[in-house]
Structure formats: structure tokens, C-alpha cells
């Protein structure tokens, strides 16, 4: 058995009945948190991490991104999102091999780490090659092999590609920090047969099914128009949303919809940035909050996004929503820090193990130093200025230290994973490669 603890820690740790401890300490035992308490040096166990003037927090979890996608960092920007999917991205992705899709996700990797990410979804092709970096990572990843009714670059049968991962990675997630799920795109990329296979093997094996649901106001109206139904009654209907769903983006659903997602527990992942550049529109958060549905919010991918920033993206998103509706008592800060903390790791099932400081859950932790100008004047045994600082005034670039699983994967600002120069060059390599051969990028680079 091995142990650590940190000591003279600012704690906020997402539990209702004991969320703060301004000088806190934190034993852990393996991978496990064993005791949360007032610092006393007489009672530590293993070796001693000195956190003065750092917040500890639990890891913050990214519900909904698409790691190979810094292969596309800083190209198509500025286009409406069926333009940039249909005539760039899907193009550009026909390119893309398993090392490539290696490559860039040890980069992303090390970029939510940098963000102090602990724990990611993901949804993309290549899911063996991109688990194999999630793994050197040592992050936490729930990775959803994607299924389209076309062929993908790697394959002509994407849901038996999907099959084989999920039937090798299953019941194997404590020991990897694999979790399998299964991603079919979306209803306008997937046909009916394809949602119903997918939809009896995530019944089959407890899966989550990871899918784009109503992001843009065309596939609503496309939809309409092909079934007379929105994507969401339409999944419903095929039965899909019988399985544990995590729905990204869910922007267009109406009343009758949220009814649905009520009814059949559907997860949403809210992805401001994306939305926002994508011109996608505004989430409807107090209509989904007032119908009980889980929300968290995330990242997508660097196609369109271009970082994995999540507290500014956390900062972005519920100022959107204030403005929307109004009202800036909508959420206070620390009701925005569940969207990335525990009630995202509801919208992955996993709410008893990961999203809060707690005895018995898994040690995955952030930790924020506040040494940098916008974190100042700060007084730490001050919770609310506490949480005020991490969600309006942090950013990636105070994230000093990341722990998952029991283990410092990140340590004053150096990945203890993986090497900087080495993921840079790589994925340089992969994206040069990739955009060299089509001609409307290799204009730009
Ligand atoms: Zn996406």
C-alpha cells in the first residue's frame, strides 16, 4: 500500500455537506481518497506535498471532445458548421491514419492535462490507437469508437470496428482508465439499421452511447422533413435513448423533447466555444435545469474550438447564459464549478466514483496556484472569494499540479507523462503530412 498527503491545502471539494476546508489536508491511499481533514501534521501518512497558497479541487471532467482534432488546429475557422463539416472536416479526415490520430491525441492529452483535466469523453475513429495515448497519458478516458453509416479512413464497417474495441477494453477501465462507450454520430450521419445496431450493443454491454443530438437548427429541420420527427423524438423512438445517453450540444430540443430526455435520463454536454463559433446557438440551461435534466459542460474539439481552455470556456458559458435569460444570479460561481466537476461526472454514470472530494472515491485532483496577478488579492479562507477566483478569474495557466487515479501525472507545470518537445513534434509531423495533400489547406500552411 502507498500513501501521500497534502497538506495546508485550500479545499473545495463539491460535497454539499462539507464543501470547504480552508487549511485542509488530503491523505491518499493507492488511487483512493482515505481521509479529508483540518491539517495535522502528526497524522500524515507516506510522502508530504506542501500545497501552501494552492486550491485543491476535484479534476475537472470533459464530457464531450474529439481528440485527434489538433491535426486541424487554426484551419477552416469562420464557416457555418455544415460547410465546415461536409467540405472540410470530413475530407480532411479520409487522410488521417492511426499514427496520426496517435499523435494528436497525446497532444490533446497534454493539453486538458495543462487545463487540469482528469477525466474526458471521446468520440472519434482509431479508438485503439487513441487509447493507446489516453493510456501514456495517465489521464481517465471515455473513449466511444465513433459509428457512421459510411466508411471511416479506417474502416469500411465502423460499428464492427466499434464492436471489436469495446469487446477488448470492457470491464477492464480500473486497471487502463479505459472506459468504452459507443459514439454513432449523429441522425443525420447514421442510418436507421446502423442506430439500432448500436442501440442493442450498448443495451447489450451497459454502454454509454456519446452522440451529437440536435446541434444545429438544420438537422432539426432535416429531420422534420425525412421522419416528421425531431432527432430526439426519433431516437426515442428507435429506442436508442433506452441507453445510458450522453447527448452533446441538445441546443434545439423543445419541451416535448426535454419531456423525453427527462423520461429516459439523457445527459447533456453543453459546448459553448463550439456553439458560439459555429454560430450553432444558445442552450436553453434554465429550461433543461427546471426539467431536472444533468447538465456539464465542455470542450469539443480543436476544429472548433481551437483550445482545451475549460475554465475560460466554463467563465464563457455561463456568461452566455446570464445574458440570455437576463439574469446574472442565474448560477453563482460555485454552482458553474459543478459543470465541470460532479455534475459531469453524473452525465458519465460515475458520479459515486470521480466529481467530488470524498472519502472512498478516486484521487483524481486539480490543483490551482494562485501565484499569477489575476488571481490576486485572493483570501483563501474565504470560500466564496475561493470559488469567484477558480471560475472568473483562472485560467489553464494556474493549473499547477494534476493527480489521477492516486498519481501526479502533472507536476509544477511539467507533464510527468509525456515529453512536450517530442508530442510537438509528432503531431507537427501527422498535420503537415494531412494538410500538405489537400489543396485548399496546403494554400494556407
Ligand atoms: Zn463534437
Avoid at 477488448?168 to 454513432?184: F, Q, V, W
Avoid at 494531412?434 to 489547406?441: C, E, M, P, Q, R
Amino acid at each position: 500500500m502507498s500513501y501521500k498527503t497534502l497538506i495546508n491545502c485550500t479545499i473545495i471539494t463539491m460535497e454539499e455537506s462539507s464543501k470547504f476546508f480552508p487549511d485542509g489536508m488530503i491523505i491518499i491511499r493507492d488511487n483512493i481518497i482515505e481521509s479529508i481533514s483540518k491539517t495535522n501534521i502528526s497524522d500524515t501518512k507516506g510522502e508530504i506535498f506542501d500545497m501552501s497558497g494552492k486550491i485543491v479541487l476535484p479534476g475537472f471532467i470533459n464530457t464531450h471532445t474529439h481528440t485527434h482534432s489538433p491535426l486541424f488546429r487554426g484551419i477552416a475557422d469562420d464557416l457555418y458548421l455544415m460547410d465546415w463539416l461536409k467540405n472540410y472536416m470530413w475530407p480532411a479526415e479520409r487522410f488521417i491514419t492511426a499514427e496520426d490520430a496517435y499523435n494528436a491525441t497525446k497532444l490533446s492529452c497534454l493539453e486538458l492535462t495543462e487545463a487540469g483535466i482528469t477525466t474526458y469523453a471521446d468520440q472519434f475513429y482509431y479508438s485503439e490507437s487513441i487509447a493507446n495515448a489516453a493510456i501514456e497519458s495517465g489521464l481517465r478516458a471515455f473513449i466511444a469508437p465513433t459509428v457512421f453509416t459510411n466508411p471511416s479512413p479506417e474502416t469500411d464497417n465502423t460499428f464492427e470496428e466499434a464492436r471489436k474495441f469495446i469487446e477488448k477494453h470492457i470491464n477492464k477501465s480500473e486497471e487502463t482508465l479505459i472506459y468504452p462507450c459507443i459514439g454513432p454520430h449523429a441522425i443525420y450521419s447514421c442510418n436507421k439499421n446502423t442506430l439500432v445496431d448500436v442501440r442493442d450493443l450498448a443495451l447489450e454491454h451497459d454502454l454509454i452511447v456519446h452522440i451529437h443530438i440536435s446541434e444545429t437548427i438544420d438537422e432539426n429541420d432535416d429531420c422534420f422533413k425525412n421522419t416528421g420527427m425531431s432527432p430526439t423524438q426519433y431516437l426515442n423512438k428507435l429506442g436508442v435513448l433506452k441507453c445510458k445517453t450522453l447527448a452533446a450540444h441538445s441546443i434545439h430540443i423543445d419541451e416535448e423533447d426535454r419531456k423525453i430526455y427527462r423520461d429516459n435520463n439523457v445527459k447533456v454536454s453543453y459546448n459553448p466555444v463550439s456553439n458560439l463559433k459555429l454560430v450553432s446557438g444558445y442552450l436553453n440551461y434554465k429550461e433543461l435545469k427546471d426539467s431536472d435534466i444533468d447538465i456539464s459542460l465542455a470542450l469539443d474539439g480543436v476544429q472548433s474550438n481551437n483550445s482545451f481552455d475549460i475554465l475560460s470556456d466554463l467563465k464563457t458559458g455561463i456568461l452566455i447564459q446570464k445574458m440570455k435569460y437576463n439574469d446574472p444570479t442565474l448560477l453563482s460561481a460555485y454552482d458553474a464549478l459543478k459543470l465541470i466537476t460532479i455534475e459531469a461526472a453524473k452525465c458519465l454514470y460515475m458520479e459515486d466514483k470521480i466529481g467530488s472530494i470524498k472519502v472512498g472515491k478516486f484521487a483524481d485532483l486539480t490543483i490551482i496556484d494562485t501565484s499569477r496577478a489575476n488571481m490576486n488579492p485572493l483570501h483563501l479562507e474565504s470560500f466564496n472569494m475561493v470559488t469567484s477566483a477558480i471560475v472568473y478569474s483562472a485560467n489553464s495557466a494556474d493549473v499547477s499540479d494534476v493527480i489521477v487515479n492516486g498519481e501526479f501525472i502533472y507536476k509544477d507545470r511539467i507533464s510527468l507523462k509525456l515529453s512536450r518537445d517530442k508530442v510537438y513534434s509528432e503531431c507537427a509531423k501527422s498535420s503537415k503530412r494531412i494538410l500538405s495533400s489537400i489543396s485548399y489547406f496546403s494554400e494556407k500552411i
